[in-house]
């Protein structure tokens, strides 16, 4: 091969590579994920420590508890932190009751390490001006957690995406809500279950998302929705979840509230499903 031939191959060459997708833009497992407590809620309030124990065992490497009697599970502060650390496991999150004891969970969960305290339902909103009430009242409450040092957020269902006096109410939150004070956890079952676009709603509002709940389901020809194990419902978790990382989504949780036979079971097969998802 002459030099000529040779600088017109290396040109085709290159010309190609930069036709195809690059190793940097490979997909690639994620290292990390966690799980929201509530999907084992039938057992946390028998054998908390026990509970969560099998959880790491399955590969769970971050929990976000719930209100349950006590998003510490009896536990101090400082002794979760040990307990969960020495198991190679990190709380950073918890939903819980805004409404109760708010000054003294923001300071536990402060004390525990949290990262993110977080409202998990407000129940349909009647009119347009009732969600911008919520939105106030997130900010009054985002302050609060704010100058804890943890961040507040909120946790949608689908009745947010539903269509309300001609808009969107979470869209009207994220509106109302200040980013310095209030960000927000996408349930991707929700979303979908909802009629909308994850993907698109990433790509105008990602940078308000640091976590997401990873829930699969199908949804009948009258709208009912039963959620699955993952995998094995209707949603295209690889699309959305590529729209997530490219936002810069932090957390990635699974959770599931319905279950073919038992939520220890159907939680290992979703930990099994987890590790082999590349995004």
């Not at 004070?181 to 996408?186: N, Q």
């Not at 039963?226 to 979840?241: H, N, P, R």
Request: charged share 30%.
């Amino acid at each position: 091969m002459n030099r000529r031939d040779f600088l017109k191959q290396t040109s085709a060459l290159s010309a190609g590579i930069a036709l195809t997708p690059s190793l940097f833009t490979e997909a690639k497992p994620i290292k990390k994920f966690g799980i929201q407590l509530y999907s084992v809620r039938d057992l946390m309030p028998k054998d908390a420590k026990g509970t969560m124990k099998k959880l790491a065992e399955m590969g769970y490497t971050q929990f976000e508890s719930y209100g349950g009697p006590d998003f510490l599970w009896g536990m101090s502060p400082k002794e979760c932190k040990t307990f969960l650390g020495d198991m190679g496991v990190k709380m950073v999150s918890t939903h819980f009751d805004m409404n109760k004891d708010l000054d003294k969970n923001i300071e536990r969960g402060a004390e525990a390490g949290l990262k993110y305290m977080l409202c998990p339902y407000l129940g349909p909103q009647k009119t347009i001006d009732d969600w911008k009430k919520k939105a106030d009242l997130f900010n009054q409450v985002g302050e609060k957690v704010t100058n804890a040092g943890m961040k507040f957020g909120y946790h949608n269902h689908d009745y947010s995406f539903k269509p309300l006096e001609g808009q969107i109410p979470h869209e009207v939150l994220l509106a109302n809500t200040d980013p310095k004070k209030v960000m927000f956890e996408l349930d991707l079952c929700w979303i979908v279950a909802a009629g909308q676009d994850a993907v698109e709603h990433f790509k105008k509002y990602g940078k308000r998302y640091e976590l997401v709940h990873i829930k699969d389901m199908v949804k009948d020809s009258s709208g009912k929705v039963t959620q699955k194990d993952l995998g094995q419902g209707s949603i295209d978790f690889v699309t959305i979840l590529k729209a997530a990382k490219k936002a810069g989504v932090k957390y990635y949780l699974v959770e599931q509230e319905q279950y073919p036979g038992t939520s220890i079971d159907s939680i290992k097969v979703d930990a099994d499903w987890m590790k082999q998802l590349s995004i």
